[in-house]
């Protein structure tokens, strides 16, 4: 029953930061990680969609091999808001990005759970 809206999206130069913003309503963040993962996809024109980051609750976090180091995937209780902190962007980086509340136990594939509509990223100088 959980809503999801991103927000945050917007044009940057490459190097730069972004902080994504996926805000919860119908459901405490808390409970869902109970039996739930929380994570970032994104979308690139003609491409895959794309598992950017992930958390869940023992295992932590965990990102795909092209944004270790640059993204940080948090959670805010108090605002019950995840967040996605990107740093060092890249053109490759432009893509809509979603937020979703999926089951733990989840392929990365797939349209588990609860999905946000979407902000879109764009990389350029």
């Known amino acids: 029953q959980v809503q999801l809206v991103e927000s945050g999206g917007g044009l940057v130069q490459p190097g730069g930061p972004l902080r994504l913003s996926c805000a919860a309503s119908?459901?405490?963040?808390?409970?869902?990680?109970?039996?739930?993962?929380m994570c970032w996809y994104r979308q690139a024109p003609g491409k895959q969609r794309e598992l950017v980051a992930r958390?869940?609750?023992?295992?932590?976090?965990n990102y795909a091999d092209s944004v270790k180091g640059r993204f940080t995937i948090s959670i805010d209780n108090a605002k019950n808001t995840m967040y996605l902190q990107m740093s060092s962007l890249k053109p490759d980086d432009t893509a809509v990005y979603y937020c979703?509340?999926?089951?733990?136990?989840?392929?990365?594939?797939?349209?588990?759970?609860?999905w946000g509509q979407g902000t879109q990223v764009t990389v350029s100088s």
């Open positions: 979703n509340a999926r089951p733990a136990y989840a392929p990365p594939s797939g349209d588990s759970g609860s």
């Open positions: 958390i869940s609750r023992g295992v932590g976090t």
């Open positions: 119908g459901s405490i963040l808390s409970t869902i990680l109970s039996l739930n993962a």
